[in-house]
């Protein structure tokens, strides 16, 4: 099975920015779309972004403008761009199909991987 492993995470001022990489053992172009989580301390795992692999994506309306999802297929590569970063933004994030709901939209790809060990963002105040 495709296994994904996450990276790029780290500590950060708010207002600052990072860059997450998920990068899978195999082909992603199945999982359409794809999509990023996060997991906030004592909460629930959330999803946050998708991407089609026509180049549609949402988001959730917290990151709606700070945040960019995209994919290179060919790299079996997806990235979230994280910009003017917020406290509330801290958690493990991660990536998988999407599932979920996003603005109203209702996500369900039906591949799904093992949930890799995600990257851990904390953006400080």
């Known amino acids: 099975q495709v296994q994904v492993v996450e990276s790029g995470g780290g500590l950060v001022q708010a207002g600052g920015s990072l860059t997450l990489s998920c990068a899978a053992s195999g082909s992603i172009s199945g999982l359409n779309p794809m999509g990023w989580y996060r997991q906030a301390p004592g909460k629930q795992r959330e999803l946050v972004a998708v991407v089609h692999n026509s180049g549609t994506v949402n988001y959730l309306d917290s990151v709606e403008g700070r945040f960019s999802i995209s994919r290179n297929n060919a790299q079996n590569t997806v990235y979230l761009q994280m910009n003017s970063l917020r406290p509330e933004d801290t958690g493990d994030y991660y990536c998988?199909?999407?599932?979920?709901?996003?603005?109203?939209?209702?996500?369900?790809?039906?591949?799904?991987?093992?949930w890799g060990q995600g990257t851990q963002v904390t953006v400080s105040s």
């Open positions: 998988n199909g999407a599932r979920g709901v996003l603005r109203g939209r209702v996500y369900n790809t039906g591949d799904f991987l093992s």
